[in-house]
């Protein structure tokens, strides 16, 4: 008989929290929601009325975790942990998200240029009933950019599907002047709060 070794469901198509997971030991396997019948599209993921960014996050990332919870059990997988999570940039109060085109990026790019923002993440982990989130609150400050720094950006096409437009795992790294937080919840798993979490339930961590 086959032993099925303790492991969690991650329910993300983030290939940086799989990196970080990996980083870090985590046994997991991608839970990929498109592959659930009964889903037609992903969870919507556009604000609330004057929903604050904080909020929004986690309650996202604890939908993406039911979510997932709800598939694994619908597909009859066994039974262990789902993990999701949500990133977010915010300045001004105004909520940041995935530009959609070019034009939306440089525009989010000259907003962040020469200023401090936030980066927030939260992560859920869902199992039967029991659900817990934590969110991840980073300050990034970038250097002021020119706009042939933002168009030269731009063509490495790094800022599609990143929140804010850019990525501080890749060349928008050189664009930062100051950080305080977290490295890996900027990327988009903060590990501190991640293991916190698997930590209640009793999952292996480092």
């Not at 940039?89 to 105004?94: A, H, P």
Request: charged share 20%.
């Amino acid at each position: 008989m086959r032993i099925i070794q303790p492991r969690i469901y991650l329910s993300s198509q983030s290939p940086r929290r799989r990196e970080l997971l990996k980083q870090i030991g985590i046994n997991f396997e991608m839970l990929l929601l498109r592959q659930d019948p009964r889903r037609k599209l992903d969870i919507d993921e556009s604000p609330l009325p004057d929903e604050q960014p904080g909020v929004y996050v986690q309650r996202l990332s604890k939908e993406k975790a039911l979510a997932g919870w709800g598939s694994l059990r619908f597909r009859g997988l066994p039974p262990f942990p789902v993990l999701a999570a949500d990133t977010t940039v915010t300045i001004d109060g105004m909520i940041l998200g995935k530009p959609e085109n070019s034009n939306q990026a440089t525009e989010m790019l000259q907003q962040l240029s020469g200023r401090e923002h936030q980066v927030l993440t939260a992560v859920a982990i869902a199992m039967n009933e029991h659900v817990e989130v934590a969110l991840s609150t980073s300050t990034v400050r970038f250097t002021t950019l020119s706009k042939e720094r933002i168009h030269r950006y731009l063509l490495t096409r790094e800022y599609l599907d990143k929140a804010g437009g850019y990525a501080i795992q890749g060349v928008a790294a050189a664009f930062i002047e100051q950080l305080s937080g977290s490295y890996s919840g900027v990327m988009g798993l903060p590990l501190f709060e991640t293991v916190q979490l698997l930590q209640k339930f009793d999952c292996p961590t480092p």
